[in-house]
């Protein structure tokens, strides 16, 4: 009652806002329903506007209605047409691939990857190349990033193709306005490096966004990764760093303030010893210690762990030891994970991939003695099938992840 009175006594101001609430109200809806059409052609691959009908539970006038907006939009297209049941010809459509394109980069210790696919999710460029995150200054890695993603995009723009938007994976806390706040393994604290990126790409009419790679990866794996669809997994990053990536009830989970999924940072007890996860059983722990040295050459990465697994085929037993430890760590921390959130599988990204022959058993052996639900609780521990390319092509994928959630693009000259 006292809510009728209170909206009564409003007067003209009362009845604009609430026209104003009912007009959000039914662009909520329309939102939802272009990208509840578009989810569906999507999954379906071709299909005509009365296969939508009958799938979507949507009336035949309304998803004409938002075919032909997703049509004038660039989003989808008509492509050929079949005979229907009583001899029409039914016009078949498709996400449309033709015109725009999102780019994703990952910056890391050692090297910078970028991954551009169109609407359909289809790679249009892969590349990745050399970069000295650890030794260079945060401007430096700024000239970068912004130096590879403007060759991508006038390669783009040549190909007639508009940028969605430009989203950037880091090995960093990441807050929700997109600051790094800690990436220790870059030198970064509080930077804002969305801004400084869109300063160096002189304000783009695109968006520029700022991610924590684990997260990226699992939106990765999620779309595109063998085990895609699943709706509760952890991505584990496997670079010199060790994060996760949390998806869990089919949604990407960071959690209050942006931080969620530290894994290497979990306790675990091996062999007597306490120590974080990623102490354990991070790239970088195997590079010291089977290297012997202080720290590690950053720059080379890559062909360290080459050389790990060539000794490791050759049998050399302390190879194997310290892979099988880690192996261990691994799954210890995997077993505190399975018992908090009973992901049904656990992804092991990066550098992980190469080195999962001694890695995979050892985990899978300590997590099934150590995890308190029967079974695992159903867990399986997998390796990527994306592997270094996951954080960046997530990147990417997450600006499509956008439209088909119903915010739709404008082709440029409208």
Same mark, same amino acid.
């Given at each position: 009652?006292?809510? &009728?009175?209170?909206?009564?006594?409003?007067?003209?101001?009362?009845?604009?806002?609430? %026209? &104003?609430?009912?007009?959000?109200?039914?662009?909520?809806?329309?939102?939802?329903?272009?990208?509840?059409?578009?989810?569906?052609?999507?999954?379906?691959? /071709?299909?005509?506007?009365?296969?939508? #009908?009958?799938?979507?539970?949507?009336?035949?006038?309304?998803?004409?209605?938002?075919?032909?907006?997703?049509?004038? %939009?660039?989003?989808?297209?008509?492509?050929?047409?079949?005979?229907?049941?009583?001899?029409?010809?039914?016009?078949?459509?498709?996400?449309?691939?033709?015109?725009?394109?999102?780019?994703?980069?990952?910056?890391?210790?050692?090297?910078? +990857?970028?991954?551009?696919? !169109?609407?359909?999710?289809?790679?249009?460029?892969? =590349? &990745? %190349?050399?970069?000295?995150? #650890?030794? @260079?200054?945060?401007? /430096?890695?700024?000239?970068?990033? +912004?130096?590879?993603?403007?060759?991508?995009?006038?390669?783009?723009? $040549?190909?007639?193709?508009?940028?969605?938007?430009?989203?950037?994976?880091?090995?960093?806390?990441?807050?929700?306005?997109?600051?790094?706040?800690?990436?220790? /393994?870059?030198? =970064?604290?509080?930077?804002?490096?969305?801004?400084?990126?869109? @300063?160096?790409?002189?304000?783009?009419?695109?968006?520029?966004?700022? !991610?924590?790679?684990?997260?990226?990866?699992?939106?990765?794996?999620?779309?595109?990764?063998? =085990?895609?669809?699943?709706?509760?997994?952890?991505?584990?990053?496997?670079?010199?760093?060790?994060?996760?990536?949390?998806?869990?009830?089919?949604?990407?989970?960071?959690? #209050?303030?942006?931080?969620?999924?530290?894994?290497?940072?979990?306790?675990?007890?091996?062999?007597?010893?306490?120590?974080?996860?990623?102490?354990?059983?991070?790239?970088?722990?195997?590079?010291?210690?089977?290297?012997?040295?202080?720290?590690?050459?950053?720059?080379?990465?890559?062909?360290?762990?080459?050389?790990?697994?060539?000794? $490791?085929? +050759?049998?050399?037993?302390?190879?194997?030891?310290?892979?099988?430890?880690?192996?261990?760590?691994?799954?210890?921390?995997?077993?505190?994970?399975?018992?908090?959130?009973?992901?049904?599988?656990?992804?092991?990204?990066?550098?992980?991939?190469?080195?999962?022959? =001694?890695?995979?058993?050892?985990?899978?052996?300590?997590?099934?003695?150590?995890?308190?639900?029967?079974?695992?609780?159903?867990?399986?521990?997998?390796?990527?099938?994306?592997?270094?390319? $996951?954080? $960046?092509?997530?990147?990417?994928?997450?600006?499509?992840?956008?439209?088909?959630?119903?915010?739709?693009?404008?082709?440029?000259?409208?």
């Amino acid at each position: 009652m006292a809510m &009728r009175i209170a909206a009564k006594s409003a007067g003209p101001d009362g009845d604009e806002a609430l %026209r &104003r609430a009912k007009r959000a109200d039914f662009t909520d809806v329309r939102a939802n329903n272009l990208g509840f059409v578009l989810r569906q052609v999507r999954v379906e691959g /071709r299909c005509s506007r009365a296969d939508l #009908a009958a799938k979507t539970g949507l009336n035949k006038a309304t998803v004409s209605s938002l075919v032909a907006e997703l049509i004038e %939009r660039r989003v989808l297209r008509e492509s050929g047409s079949v005979i229907g049941n009583i001899g029409r010809p039914a016009v078949l459509l498709s996400v449309d691939s033709g015109y725009y394109a999102s780019i994703g980069v990952e910056v890391n210790v050692d090297y910078m +990857a970028l991954v551009a696919v !169109d609407l359909a999710g289809n790679r249009l460029l892969s =590349w &990745r %190349r050399a970069h000295d995150g #650890a030794g @260079s200054s945060a401007g /430096r890695s700024v000239s970068a990033i +912004a130096g590879l993603a403007k060759r991508a995009v006038d390669k783009m723009d $040549a190909e007639g193709r508009q940028i969605l938007g430009l989203a950037v994976a880091v090995p960093s806390m990441i807050d929700h306005k997109g600051v790094v706040r800690n990436a220790p /393994r870059l030198g =970064w604290t509080d930077f804002d490096l969305a801004s400084r990126l869109r @300063s160096a790409m002189r304000d783009p009419q695109y968006a520029v966004s700022v !991610d924590n790679d684990a997260n990226l990866g699992a939106v990765a794996e999620q779309r595109f990764g063998a =085990w895609a669809d699943m709706s509760n997994m952890i991505y584990l990053t496997g670079e010199i760093g060790l994060g996760a990536g949390l998806i869990i009830d089919g949604e990407l989970r960071r959690g #209050a303030a942006g931080f969620a999924g530290e894994f290497g940072n979990l306790f675990v007890e091996i062999d007597g010893s306490i120590g974080r996860v990623e102490d354990l059983a991070s790239i970088r722990t195997a590079l010291i210690e089977l290297s012997e040295a202080e720290d590690i050459n950053s720059t080379e990465v890559e062909a360290e762990v080459e050389d790990i697994v060539t000794r $490791a085929r +050759a049998g050399e037993d302390r190879v194997i030891a310290v892979l099988e430890r880690m192996g261990r760590a691994l799954g210890a921390g995997i077993a505190l994970a399975v018992d908090l959130l009973n992901p049904e599988v656990v992804v092991l990204g990066g550098h992980y991939q190469a080195l999962s022959p =001694w890695l995979l058993p050892a985990a899978e052996a300590e997590l099934g003695s150590r995890a308190f639900a029967p079974e695992s609780g159903g867990v399986e521990v997998v390796v990527s099938s994306l592997g270094h390319e $996951a954080p $960046a092509l997530g990147a990417a994928t997450g600006i499509l992840n956008d439209i088909d959630a119903g915010r739709m693009p404008t082709p440029l000259g409208r």
